[in-house]
């Protein structure tokens, strides 16, 4: 059945990837980078991140979208959650350094504030440089959690309703431009 759900997923992702005006990262791995990219004006609370940098609403930051049917896929044959979570820190750590490289030579790189993605899985993000933020607006997060489900319930092979309510709350990542620059610059 999980495999099933994957392949109509696979077959409608160019079509996700066209309504959400989605970029794929022109760096030299763009093959092997699990993100894919948009810029986006920022909707929610202000934020200050701990190295300084204030976000308000407005702002201008890189959306970092992980490339879920791909990874789905990858993890697919996965059964250690340990495994499966070592799996996508080491991809997404390979990948930040091209998204770097997308906000240093982008034409709007002095706009860009930052990076934002909004995930279920923050744990571990810290170690990458990623500040956790709650979202704050009840309604969106329910939205969020709504939209991230489906991944969620794909990626396990633990069934379990209670599980997957309490593992699958959304938060935002933030990362300022400076710090992804000072952290994963080629």
């Known amino acids: 059945m999980r495999q099933y759900f994957l392949s109509v997923w696979n077959l409608l992702d160019p079509i996700y990837y066209q309504c959400t005006r989605l970029t794929y990262l022109h760096d030299s791995d763009t093959a092997k980078n699990i993100f894919r990219v948009r810029l986006t004006r920022y909707k929610g609370r202000n934020i200050t991140l701990s190295d300084g940098t204030y ?9 970092i979208h992980l490339h879920n049917v791909r990874l789905l896929s990858e993890l697919n044959q996965v059964k250690s959650v340990i495994r499966k979570a070592k799996l996508i820190y080491q991809e997404v750590q390979k990948s930040l350094p091209g998204v770097e490289e997308y906000i240093r030579n982008h034409k709007h790189s002095n ?76």
């Not at 976000?55 to 959306?63: C, F, H, S």
């Not at 969020?144 to 489900?149: E, P, S």
């Not at 990626?155 to 699958?168: E, L, N, R, W, Y």
Request: hydrophobic letters at 40%; aromatic letters at 10%; glycine letters at 4%.
């Open 55 to 63: 976000i308000q609403k407005n702002d201008l930051l890189l959306k």
């Open 111 to 186: 706009e860009i504030k930052g990076i934002i993605g909004i995930t279920t899985l923050s744990k571990g993000s810290e170690r990458l440089g990623f500040e956790i933020f709650t979202i704050s607006h009840p309604v969106y997060r329910w939205l969020k959690w709504a939209t991230c489900l489906p991944i969620t319930i794909l990626s396990t092979h633990d069934f379990s309703v209670k599980k997957i309510i309490k593992q699958s709350t959304p938060c935002y990542l933030f990362m300022s431009k400076d710090k992804l620059s000072r952290i994963y610059k080629k």
